[in-house]
């Protein structure tokens, strides 16, 4: 599909949010205008970033089999878009994510051992208990307080990237939301508001396919697609292929670089599958087909990743059983030192007297009333 | 000193707070370009342009979401809900989101905005432009609540409420905007220019959130009220002769509770007046507040008067409102008690 210039009229690139950016094909060739100019390293690099992710999941999901969390999200089968889309991101843009994109965290270099202090909501939990485990912060990497309430984070992307257009910056923002949650009316107020004054944002709808146990056309609604949306509002609409991490790369670059440019906001639909359960208190076995990730036609998007570098030569079995090695030790490593601080099912969390900081700037009287009730 | 109504005192808080400091935007339903349908944001975009000032859609939950976008970014956003009565499609903005996410992120974040919006009926608004929903706000952890009763403080709130560095959520009663209505509605309008508190200082001045206001000593009865009430409140004193002390709350949270307590402790007797509807509103938390603190002072019961139980009414507005006669009864009841 051609990749259109970054000012290109939005009735002459309309058709887009009908089809489906690829650039992997079924060998592991990376095909076509949006194919990105990334070196070998920066592939290799992605799928370290993704290989990571998966491993910390599956660490933190053993994690909670083992009673030492009380919650945890996994983001299995959607790595390819956080940790592709954050490498076009630059130092002092601003992500405004769901609990879905761990990616965001991991590929900007965020030290994992403190995503896992939180996920056990121990001692050294930077958060001091207050979130549930997955519901991350961090200023400093650009990952915007995740809130939990569906939806409510895309005006405030939209307003955050208003301010920096404002401001005559060009920081960016992006916007993080799942196809079911853009049934929310906060989804639509965004959409408006970044037309109405062109924020230099990125909207990105990570479709994969379930809200909980309902399917995505719920959502949907009587559109072909979600990149649909974009249309009403005038803002330029991509359909991504979440699976393919060059893809990603490639539209999140364009995106991003339109953003930048302040040529105003892009609607990208990922198209992806969320293989695993919605959460550690879902069951979907009671609602979803069998064999559904395996006939899933997009694949996986470490296997793809990984097939390209074979394809491409720059890969092999030995080096691949290296990388996994290297990933799993380092969680290994990572979730030994974050273990030995407790964990909230060992007791072993902040002073519960922390829990009446924060709530204001500085402690009112009835805070500072109710904190010496609390621990007397 | 000017005498400004509280329309011009308002208007005159964003203009000193845009000078003062160029991180202060100013934004809402036709704010720009108009103005304000109240006029609270008259000449802003002309004098500061339509980066500082502008107009949004008709999405409360995109103004505040917008806005608290914004600070954190690291603007002062004070934004406009035309009225009251249509906060509630941003009221998850608010509730979910603005009032928690200096704690949720152990202030990594933090919120500096003001929510303003008008309050109250009076106006033949029906029930869509004359609620007081103060008590949704007092309710939740992390907000800071102020319900203004005339211009000088309204100044002086207001450009608090933008210094803060948490959000404040600022409820301006619409009858007070021209002058000190006292609930007789079939006399005529008194102006802010023949009271004194409409004397508005020219400039920068802060009047601190948290802290009551004395609106008028007195020894045998405490009124605890605010908004409006204030001066309903004080028609009710000079009609039934009762020496009330008439406390004008100016912050609902956090609550000044040493003013209220020394007050109730000195009087022995408490009314508590709100324009919103009784049940679960914030009398009762005043009414608590009272009892756990200064139930030995009490001589007699505290009365509670307040809007009625139902939507707020377009022809009965004034059986609906609490007005001096009521106001009167019930300060005649606690003085019998």
Known sequence: MAKPDLDEKVERIALMRKQLVRVLDTDGNAVGPWAPALSVEDRVRGLADMMLVRSFDARMLRAHRQGKTSFFMQSLGEEAIACAQQRVLQPGDMNFPTYRQPGLLIAAGYPIVTMMHQVLSNELDPLKGRQLPIMYSSKEYGFFSVSGNLATQYPQAVGWAMASALRGDTKIAAAWIGEGATAEADFHAALLFASTYQAPVILNIVNNQWAISTPEDFARGASATFADRGFGYSIPALRVDGNDYLAVYSASAWAAERARSNLGPTLIEWVTLRVGAHSTSDDPSVYRPDNEAADFPLGDPINRLRQHLVTIGEWDDERQKTLQDQCDQRIADDFATADAHGSVKSGHTADPRTMFDDVYAELPRHLREQRDEAVN | ?337
């Open chain 2, 1 to 337: 000193m000017p005498s400004m109504t509280m329309i011009e005192a308002i208007r005159d808080a964003h203009a000193v707070a845009m000078e003062a400091d160029d991180r202060v935007v100013v934004f809402g339903q036709d704010v720009g370009y108009f103005g304000g349908v109240f006029r609270c944001t008259q000449g802003l975009q002309e004098r500061f342009g339509v980066g500082r000032c502008f107009d949004t859609p008709i999405s409360e939950s995109g103004i505040i979401g917008a806005a608290i976008g914004m600070a954190a970014y690291g603007l002062r956003p004070c934004v406009e809900i035309q009225f009251a009565d249509y906060v509630y499609p941003g009221y998850d903005q608010i509730v979910s989101e603005a009032a928690r996410i200096r704690h949720r992120s152990a202030g990594d974040y933090t919120l500096p905005m003001v929510v303003r919006m008008p309050t109250g009926g009076g106006i033949f608004g029906g029930q869509t432009h004359s609620q007081s929903p103060e008590a949704l706000f007092t309710h939740v952890a992390g907000l800071t609540t102020v319900v203004v009763s005339n211009p000088y403080d309204a100044k002086g709130l207001l450009l608090a409420a933008i210094e803060d560095q948490d959000p404040v959520i600022f409820l301006e009663p619409k009858r007070v905007y021209n002058g000190p209505f006292d609930g007789h509605h079939d006399r005529p309008i008194v102006p802010w220019s023949k009271h004194p508190l409409g004397e508005v200082p020219e400039g920068y001045y802060t009047v601190p959130l948290g802290v009551a206001r004395v609106h008028r000593p007195g020894d045998e009865l405490t009124v605890l009220t605010y908004g409006t009430l204030v001066h309903v409140a004080e028609a009710a004193a000079n009609e039934t002769g009762i020496d009330a002390e008439i406390i004008d709350l100016r912050t609902l949270v956090p609550l000044d509770v040493d003013t209220i307590i020394e007050s109730v402790r000195k009087t022995g007797r408490c009314i508590v007046l709100h324009e919103a509807t009784l049940t679960s509103g914030f009398g009762a938390e005043l009414s608590a507040t009272v009892q756990e603190r200064a139930f030995h002072h009490l001589e007699a019961p505290i009365r509670r008067v307040c809007g009625w139980d139902t939507p707020y009414p377009h022809a009965h507005e004034w059986d609906y409102f609490p007005g001096p006669e009521r106001v009167g009864r019930a300060m005649r009841e606690v003085m019998a008690g």
